[in-house]
């Protein structure tokens, strides 16, 4: 059932160092060129990452400028803490070994809507793969460096092309976390 696979889905932030298959991988690449699109434009790219080294390393410039004086002060998660709720963790994609960079045009007005479905497509088929995910923001600020610009170019991702999110994957490390009850009076029904 669909809903089985959608209540398996966790945000996991704990990773083994298993590698995700390239054939697996390259699953989750076509599940989000499935996405919707804004005008069926179909406009973002995406690309995968399998060398853990390089991946690291991007986790580093994902956080190299976060910014903590705008936090609310609300709790991410105890079982699985995320770069908000603990300031010691300097990898932003928490020791995955794989991730998806999700780019789109960047004078797009839906350019993050078009990403965040695309994620979307991907953590679910990962989820179906037994593949644990999930999805990190601060694409622009991760690539902002000479350094990162200059690797977005030997990766072919043409100019005016900004990458907004990121969907980390790979084996979850530990017991999957208790699934946080759905808060109530959210949706209505009108007939
Ligand atoms: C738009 C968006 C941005 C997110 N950015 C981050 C992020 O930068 N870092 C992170 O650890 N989790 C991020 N997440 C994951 C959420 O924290 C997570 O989905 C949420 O805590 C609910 O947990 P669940 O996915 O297990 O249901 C993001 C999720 C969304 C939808």
């Known amino acids: 059932m669909f809903m089985d696979l959608l209540?398996?889905?966790?945000?996991?932030?704990?990773?083994?160092?298993?590698q995700v298959s390239r054939e697996d991988l390259e699953r989750i690449l076509q599940a989000g060129?499935?996405?919707?699109?804004?005008?069926g434009g179909q406009r973002n790219m995406?690309?995968?990452?399998?060398n853990a080294e390089l991946v690291r390393k991007l986790g580093r410039w994902n956080m190299a400028k976060f910014d903590r004086s705008n936090l609310a002060g609300s709790y991410v998660s105890r079982e699985q803490p995320s770069t908000i709720d603990d300031p010691t963790i300097t990898d932003g994609f928490y020791g995955a070994p794989c991730v998806v960079c999700l780019f789109g045009q960047a004078n797009f007005k839906f350019k993050e809507a078009?990403?965040?479905c695309a994620a979307e497509n991907m953590v679910l088929q990962a989820t179906e793969l037994g593949i644990s995910s999930c999805i990190v923001s601060r694409g622009p600020e991760t690539f902002a460096s000479i350094e990162g610009r200059?690797?977005?170019?030997?990766?072919?991702?043409?100019d005016g092309y900004e990458c907004v999110c990121?969907?980390?994957l790979g084996y979850r490390d530990g017991e999957p976390p208790h699934r946080k009850s759905r808060r109530e009076g959210r949706t209505r029904i009108v007939e």
Do not use: C, H, M, N
Not at 7 to 18: G, H, L, N, V
Not at 33 to 39: L, M, Q, R, Y
């Open 7 to 18: 209540a398996k889905r966790f945000a996991i932030r704990k990773y083994t160092a298993q």
């Open 33 to 39: 060129e499935f996405a919707p699109s804004a005008g």
């Open 46 to 50: 995406f690309v995968g990452v399998r």
């Open 114 to 116: 078009d990403a965040y």
């Open 150 to 158: 200059e690797l977005l170019r030997t990766w072919g991702v043409p």
């Open 166 to 168: 990121f969907v980390i």
